[in-house]
């Protein structure tokens, strides 16, 4: 009877010891995710291309209208326009600072508004996650509705800030936060230490 308890107590202890070494193995997990997350916040990269559609055009002239506009931003290379779609394939030129808002208001100037916008960009071992922070290619983004993860190469960000989609659907996304900085754009204490308080922030997701 003493032994079969002894042998019941090993098992109940060296049951304890797996989940206190799963449980460790996870707080690690966590630990290491923080630390990259942290590591990739002043990153570097470029922005090389957009498509955004737009919305209120009602003939081929106003398609010729904000593709003009387009041409004119100065980050801006080559343009694609489908008329069907009312979508813009945007190339900006290398080495050159990507205003994402430029594109925007191009587009805004020429008498109409942006429906939904995408950005390329291109990342080297960057750790994302929702609200986190980061500075690429000269812009500081705010990520929302997005899994941990890292990203690596190119990969489209999809601009979710007002004036870039519909109101329901910044309404959507603005509730995968409570910081402030999803209703004006810009950065306030809210935001990541080592950001520029003050500055544009731009709200993406993946």
């Known amino acids: 009877m003493t032994k079969h308890t002894i042998n019941w107590m090993n098992a109940v202890n060296m049951i304890e010891k797996i989940k206190s070494n799963s449980n460790k193995i996870k707080e690690m997990k966590n630990i290491f995710f923080i630390v990259m997350l942290l590591w990739s916040v002043p990153g570097i990269g470029q922005i090389k291309s957009a498509s955004l559609t737009a919305s209120g055009l009602t003939c ?3 398609s010729k209208a904000i593709y003009k506009a387009l041409l004119k931003v ?6 694609t326009v489908n008329i069907e779609k009312s979508e813009y394939n945007i190339k ?4 050159l600072p990507v205003v994402i808002d430029d594109i925007k208001n191009a587009v805004t100037d020429a008498g109409f508004s942006v429906a939904s916008m995408q950005v390329t960009a291109n990342f080297d071992h960057v750790a994302v996650a929702n609200d986190a922070h980061i500075a690429l290619a000269g812009s500081n983004f705010h990520f929302l509705g997005v899994s941990n993860q890292i990203l690596n190469g190119d990969r489209a960000l999809t601009v979710v800030d007002k004036n870039y989609l519909p109101a329901r659907d910044f309404k959507k996304y603005s509730n995968y936060t409570q910081m402030k900085c999803v209703e004006t754009g810009m950065m306030a204490s809210c935001c990541a230490k080592n950001s520029t308080a003050g500055g544009r922030i731009y709200h993406v997701t993946l």
């Open 60 to 62: 081929s002239m106003c």
């Open 74 to 79: 100065p980050s801006v290379k080559d343009v």
């Open 92 to 95: 900006f030129k290398e080495n």
